[in-house]
């Protein structure tokens, strides 16, 4: 099961662009927006466990 951090790249209307924490030069995964908690804001980071996005 996948356990990680994200950091909020950029938001884009609808979705978000999240860069995972421990992988610097890695790919952006672009998530809906409505899968994220309501108070994101670029340079958030978000702790991802069991299908679900926490504010850290």
């Known amino acids: ?5 994200y950091i909020v790249e ?3 209307g609808d979705y978000a ?5 421990d992988e610097e030069n890695g790919e952006l995964k672009l998530v809906a927006r409505a899968l994220l908690p309501a ?3 670029e340079g958030s980071r978000l702790h ?5 996005y926490t504010l850290v």
């Open 1 to 5: 099961m996948l356990i990680c951090d």
């Open 10 to 12: 950029m938001i884009d």
């Open 17 to 21: 662009h999240l860069r995972r924490v």
């Open 39 to 41: 108070e994101i804001m």
């Open 48 to 52: 991802y466990e069991m299908l679900e």
